[in-house]
């Protein structure tokens, strides 16, 4: 936890949702500040969504260094922050609360995140066809981050065909719905459903049909809990490019403490506390 014991001097920074008693975002956090010698520390506050607006007075009246927003709140506090970017206005909910002098900021770094963790792999997505599984947060911060980089076609594909729909119409003219039939052309498909995390319904289980992939495809699942998932496996199996949800969960995180520090994040330190925790 950070360079020694918390003192008067440390500057707290936290995440904030419910349940976060389990979350990586602390060991990923303090991995970070302790990596960059900073007098930081991360910690985990269990608030629910009838209490946003109280969190964000919080943050202002303790002077918190920044936190990281899960859910439920990931809506709820861009209501009360003074500065919203791009991203979260477009997608409406937000994951990073920091301070631009006595400002208090919101940013969706999951679009970024997921663009960066792309780019460790040598994968663009500009001209791309690109297939999206979901439409919930995480799958439209792909749609939108998907289209800022000039894919050429975002398809959609969730069981409730009105979220779909909403999904598809962040990526503007390149988004569309479409069923799991898009697969065959598509060049990178990415899973942004919970099918195949630990703890659902869905554990153990591929959101695609084991030959619905094909050699040369880039196939990135989200789920990091478990990181070699049935998906992944198959993805191998057939020759794709298969990418884990890990770098995401990094460059997120990485993202964030960039904003809260004007530092540049130690990245290998963060991902090497991503694939040593629990
Ligand atoms: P969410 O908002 O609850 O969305 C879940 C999505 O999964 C919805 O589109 C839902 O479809 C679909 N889904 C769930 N169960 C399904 C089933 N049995 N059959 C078909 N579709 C199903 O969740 P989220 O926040 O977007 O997170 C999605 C996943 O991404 C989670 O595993 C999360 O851990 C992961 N994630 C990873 C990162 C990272 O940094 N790697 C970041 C964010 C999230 P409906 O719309 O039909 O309900």
Same mark, same amino acid.
């Given at each position: 936890?950070?360079?020694?014991?918390?003192?008067?001097?440390?500057?707290? $920074?936290?995440?904030?949702?419910?349940?976060?008693?389990?979350?990586?975002?602390?060991?990923?956090?303090?991995?970070?500040?302790? $990596?960059?010698? =900073?007098?930081?520390?991360? /910690?985990?506050?269990?608030?629910?969504?009838?209490?946003? $607006? @109280?969190?964000?007075?919080?943050?202002?009246?303790?002077?918190?260094?920044?936190?990281?927003?899960?859910?439920?709140?990931?809506? !709820?506090v861009v209501d009360h922050v003074d500065r919203a970017d791009d991203d979260v206005r !477009?997608?409406?909910? @937000?994951?990073? =609360?920091?301070?631009?002098?006595?400002?208090?900021?919101?940013?969706?770094?999951?679009?970024?995140?997921f663009v960066a963790s792309l780019r460790d792999h040598d994968v663009s997505l500009a001209g791309r066809r690109v297939v999206v599984l979901g439409a919930g947060g995480a799958a439209r911060a792909v749609v939108r981050a998907s289209a800022l980089e000039g894919a050429a076609d975002v398809a959609v594909v969730n069981r409730t065909a009105t979220r779909a729909e909403e999904a598809?119409? =962040?990526?503007?003219?390149?988004?569309? /719905?479409?069923?799991?039939?898009?697969?065959?052309d598509a060049e990178?498909?990415?899973?942004?459903?919970?099918?195949?995390?630990d703890g659902t319904g869905g554990a153990g289980t591929s959101p695609l049909p084991s030959r619905a992939l094909r050699d040369g495809q880039v196939v990135v699942d989200l789920v990091y809990h478990p990181?070699?998932?049935?998906?992944?496996?198959?993805?191998?199996?057939?020759g794709a490019t298969a990418i884990d949800g890990i770098g995401m969960l990094v460059h997120q995180a990485a993202l964030a403490f960039e904003h809260w520090t004007g530092e540049p994040a130690p990245i290998d330190a963060m991902h090497a506390a991503a694939r040593r925790a629990p």
């Amino acid at each position: 936890m950070g360079p020694g014991a918390p003192q008067g001097t440390t500057t707290v $920074a936290a995440v904030l949702g419910a349940p976060v008693r389990h979350s990586m975002s602390p060991a990923l956090c303090n991995a970070a500040f302790d $990596a960059a010698g =900073l007098d930081w520390v991360y /910690v985990a506050f269990e608030v629910d969504e009838s209490h946003a $607006a @109280a969190a964000v007075a919080a943050v202002r009246t303790l002077q918190l260094g920044g936190a990281s927003v899960t859910m439920p709140l990931k809506a !709820a506090v861009v209501d009360h922050v003074d500065r919203a970017d791009d991203d979260v206005r !477009a997608l409406g909910a @937000a994951n990073c =609360l920091w301070w631009d002098g006595d400002v208090l900021c919101a940013s969706s770094t999951d679009g970024p995140g997921f663009v960066a963790s792309l780019r460790d792999h040598d994968v663009s997505l500009a001209g791309r066809r690109v297939v999206v599984l979901g439409a919930g947060g995480a799958a439209r911060a792909v749609v939108r981050a998907s289209a800022l980089e000039g894919a050429a076609d975002v398809a959609v594909v969730n069981r409730t065909a009105t979220r779909a729909e909403e999904a598809a119409s =962040l990526a503007g003219a390149a988004g569309r /719905v479409a069923g799991i039939e898009a697969i065959a052309d598509a060049e990178v498909v990415v899973n942004a459903t919970s099918i195949g995390m630990d703890g659902t319904g869905g554990a153990g289980t591929s959101p695609l049909p084991s030959r619905a992939l094909r050699d040369g495809q880039v196939v990135v699942d989200l789920v990091y809990h478990p990181l070699a998932t049935p998906l992944l496996r198959d993805a191998a199996a057939v020759g794709a490019t298969a990418i884990d949800g890990i770098g995401m969960l990094v460059h997120q995180a990485a993202l964030a403490f960039e904003h809260w520090t004007g530092e540049p994040a130690p990245i290998d330190a963060m991902h090497a506390a991503a694939r040593r925790a629990p």
